[in-house]
């Protein structure tokens, strides 16, 4: 099946330094991408949509120039947390579907990524 | 907007036994997806069962089954025979499109 691969798995960075995280689609070509933060216990909330060639699409209260987005190619996405801080410290996590499928089948996740900013 | 509910912060089985985890959604849609997604301590997100909502039969995998009930905006997972393995995160979600609004998520505990 699909596989979407995120690295790093963790990174523990010092504050005020700049982050960066890829996503990868491993076999199909994702045009659109998510970006999640999942805080402990508690559900995946999107930050924003990655589409190729194009500008990223942000959900209200993310901040775009904290958390950049880059989709310059069909099957990589790249989240930079620009200079870090101890409250972005959260678990991370992409997705994607394989278009030719869409809505209709599951979307597949990144194995997270859990950033520690000391 | 959709909306997707899930009331039950923590459940717990014992194993071999059946639990139903509750969901429910808010959509003006009327073709649309659901999803169960179940999240280990690994926190790799795992893809359970998916229903289409044009579909009356109920999706079932296994040991997995849903309980579809349109009119109601309902979709409540069943497992059966439950195993250790099972212990996780779960949560609902909702397409229509091609992102998805997920639940608060329900922490399923089985006890040996």
């Known amino acids: 099946g699909a596989v979407v691969s995120q690295h790093p798995s963790r990174v523990i960075c010092k504050s005020g330094t700049s982050v960066k995280i890829e996503c990868r689609s491993l076999?199909?070509?994702?045009?659109?991408m998510f970006w999640y933060r999942q805080f402990p216990k508690q559900s995946l909330m999107l930050m924003a949509t990655?589409?190729?060639?194009?500008?990223?699409?942000?959900e209200q209260g993310v901040e775009k120039d904290k958390f950049l987005i880059n989709h310059a190619s069909l099957t990589l996405s790249t989240l930079t947390v620009t200079s870090a801080h101890p409250e972005d410290s959260s678990f991370y996590i992409c997705s994607a579907r394989d278009p030719r499928t869409g809505a209709r089948t599951e979307a597949f996740f990144g194995q997270g990524t859990r950033l520690t900013v000391v | 907007a959709q909306t997707v509910t899930q009331s039950q912060p923590e459940m717990s089985v014992q194993e071999a036994e059946t639990v139903t985890l509750s969901c429910t959604y808010d959509t003006s849609e009327s073709d649309y997806y659901l999803f169960w997604y179940k999240q280990p301590p690994s926190r790799q997100m795992i893809l359970v069962i998916r229903?289409?909502?044009?579909?009356?039969q109920n999706a079932t995998e296994n040991r997995f089954s849903v309980n579809f009930q349109k009119a109601a905006k309902s979709f409540s997972l069943k497992i059966s025979d439950s195993q250790l393995g099972d212990a996780a995160m779960y949560f609902c979600?909702?397409?229509?499109?091609?992102?998805?609004?997920f639940g608060e998520g329900t922490q399923l505990t089985v006890n040996p």
């Open positions: 076999d199909f070509q994702a045009t659109t």
């Open positions: 229903q289409e909502a044009y579909k009356q």
């Open positions: 990655s589409n190729e060639g194009s500008k990223a699409t942000y």
């Open positions: 979600a909702y397409s229509s499109g091609s992102r998805l609004t």
